[in-house]
């Protein structure tokens, strides 16, 4: 689990059943597991009320792990991006009661959360778990370009192809950390590149 | 000056009998300036001079927040109570001149919500006709379900449905109409946030049904004003100054620390807000706590008291101020 450094750091927790009629889990990948795990402490006929959005890795895992779980409705999406129409309509749709369980990588959770911010629900009461890769949403702060997957420090932003250093200033409105400029003063001056976000 | 509770000069403007059991009171500044802005579910503490015993009651601004030429209040007759609203329905007159804090709110609406529910009990209403104002003026959501003991005690019931119509919704006790809980809270759109103000009983109700049915926690708000309970007299001494002083039986510990001179910070007067907490030096004895904001934890280790509405029984009881 990601360790506080700033303020604005987003911390996770562990996802635990919460009271009430309808349950909306969205993970990607390993979080999965973050969701079989929890399965164990749900009580009795959790999942008849429950909904699983699930973006499988490239490796295609999970998937029989959360169909074995029987939620009322199972869904798969190959990327965020598909799932949103969906996800902003079940969220349209929605009533107070519905809780939101958010397990998997940083991106997936930040994005969904954003999402879900939108449709009224407050950040403190949405349910997350990070799991698998420390791959980071970076926005470039020159730009404003947003470039998926960052894994490495610093990083080159997909858009301006500035080398950035990526900072864990947090925008819960983007759901991306800020990548700011590392070599402005001399652009000759190239730092080695780590892998930090495996 | 206590923590938050800088005051007001005024003068009573106007007295208003509602019903049988409800008073209003108008405040206009002495000086004639405009009173200071507030926001819906603010309340002020009126100062009473009975004599030689002042009394602190906290009341809900009831007026628009978008009219601070005056501030209005309503306050309900309680004959077994302490007599603090015995003295404002039978001593106050238009003319008086009083003091009062400055608003405060403990009960603010949360104005990210898509929507508000509100649900009134009995007096509960009066946050309710200065949070709907505020809304009405922004063009916001909200619905209104208030529950009285019959159609003449529905304080302002009348005055809402004037103004707002279906966004208000009555039900009688003595005609057994009661809120379909479950049915409300379960078909909210998602982002509304709830806010609940009347009998502790109620509040109860509706924060443990919510709870159960999948609400947030942040998107109830509730507010109870305890008023302080008679009791017993005791003796306190208060460390800082090594005053050993009196609480009578119809006297809360905060008043009678007051009394004394000691002057201690104060917001709400009713057991929720925190700002009177006080650390137990001492104590031989039992106490009685009827505060909403100490845990239970904090409550048996005996070390911390909310003066505001809590008391004690037995020998001695030493506080740190």
Redesign the interface.
Known sequence: MAAKSIISRPVYGTLSPQPGKHHLFIADAEGALAISDMAARAPAGFFEGAEIVFIAGPDGKHVAELEALKPAQFHQAPSFASLLPRLKQTLTNAHMGLRLYLGGTEGLIGQAMQVALEAGIDHTSMQTEHRGSLARRMQCVHCKGITENVTTQPATCAHCGLLLLVRDHYSRRLAAFQGVCINAEDRSEIPPMEEAFP | MSTGTTKLDVVVSDVVPVNELVTRFHFRRRDGDLLPTFSGGAHVVVEMRDGDRTRLNPYSLMGSPLDTREYTISVRRDDVGRGGSLFMHRSVKPGLEMVISYPVNLFSLDL???KHLMLAGGIGITPFMAQTAQLAGEGGNFELHYTCRTASLGTYADVLRERYDRRIRLYHDDREERIDLDRL????????H?YVCGPAGMINWVRDRA?????????VHFEHFAAPQPGLPFDVTLAVTGKTIRVDEQQSLLEAIEAAGVDPPYLCRGGVCGQCETNVISYDGKFIHNDHWLSEEDHRSGCKIMPCVSRFEGRSLVLER
């Open positions: 990210r919500a898509k809270l379960s078909t909210q759109p998602l982002g509304t709830l709870a159960s049915l999948g609400w947030p926690s942040e998107a």
